[in-house]
């Protein structure tokens, strides 16, 4: 049974850090892509980052230079470092990751709530 299950999240002042993890578990294939989505209350779940299996990144430009996605491949596992968040960082995480040849399953989600 295919598995995504994130942590990490949590309340934080402006400015402050969070990391999340998110681990990928119940296949035999590889996973290729891994990302993170986020979603606020009223609003449409957006793409927040984005990681292949050989490394390549992509990031919303709302966090460009204050996120970054990293994976470690052999534990199925992908984190999102986030720095300097602001309020509007607020949201439902949520991590996506697409296995070769079987698609794509969603964990959860994890609350971020930045405030001061």
């Known amino acids: 049974q295919v598995q995504v299950v994130e942590s990490g999240g949590g309340l934080v002042q402006p400015g402050g850090s969070l990391r999340l993890s998110c681990t990928a578990s119940?296949?035999?294939?590889?996973?290729?892509?891994m990302a993170w989505y986020r979603q606020a209350p009223g609003k449409q779940r957006e793409r927040v980052a984005r990681i292949t299996r050989g490394g390549n990144r992509n990031y919303a430009d709302s966090v460009k230079g204050r996120f970054t996605i990293s994976r470690d491949n052999a534990k199925n596992t992908v984190y999102l470092q986030m720095n300097s968040l602001k309020p509007e960082d607020t949201a439902g995480y949520y991590c996506?990751?697409?296995?070769?040849?079987?698609?794509?399953?969603w964990g959860q989600g994890t609350q971020v709530t930045v405030s001061s």
């Open positions: 996506y990751a697409e296995w070769v040849g079987q698609g794509g399953y």
């Open positions: 119940g296949s035999m294939f590889s996973i290729y892509v």
